[in-house]
């Protein structure tokens, strides 16, 4: 019974730092503030919420929408405080992005599309 216990810790455990990877190239980018490298991690079609507003955009877009809002709202730190995944293999991260003495939630859902984990939502509310 131990054996069993111990090697689902190992896989609850070994998915959430898989997830955690997936995300800490689009953690640096949006940290750093920067669209166009943020993008590079959108699927073609990306639904993006923005304090509520919520709408889809290809990629082209997303980096226009995304550049407008990090230049209102610069970046001092952004954090990844939780990431998991579902059964269905969607990998996901909740953080915390700051600007200045704003804070807004941050989730970002992804999923693998030709073997590559592609982000599919993103949002940022602020709290």
Do not use: W
Not at 26 to 32: L, Q, S, T, V
Not at 63 to 86: A, C, M, N, Q, Y
Not at 115 to 127: A, P
């Amino acid at each position: 019974m131990k054996k069993i216990a111990c090697i689902l810790t190992f896989f609850v455990l070994s998915s959430g730092l898989f997830a955690q990877a997936v995300f800490n190239p689009m953690k640096d980018a949006i940290k750093a503030g920067n669209a166009k490298d943020l993008v590079r991690y959108l699927n073609a079609s990306v639904d993006i919420n923005l304090e509520g507003e919520v709408n889809t955009y290809s990629k082209a877009q997303a980096e226009f929408v995304l550049r407008d809002f990090f230049k209102k709202h610069t970046p001092t730190d952004f954090t990844i405080k939780h990431t998991g995944s579902s059964k269905g293999g969607l990998q996901f991260a909740i953080g915390e992005y700051q600007s200045g003495t704003d804070s807004y939630d941050v989730l970002m859902r992804a999923r693998e599309v030709e073997k590559e984990s592609l982000v599919h939502e993103i949002s940022f509310v602020k709290k």
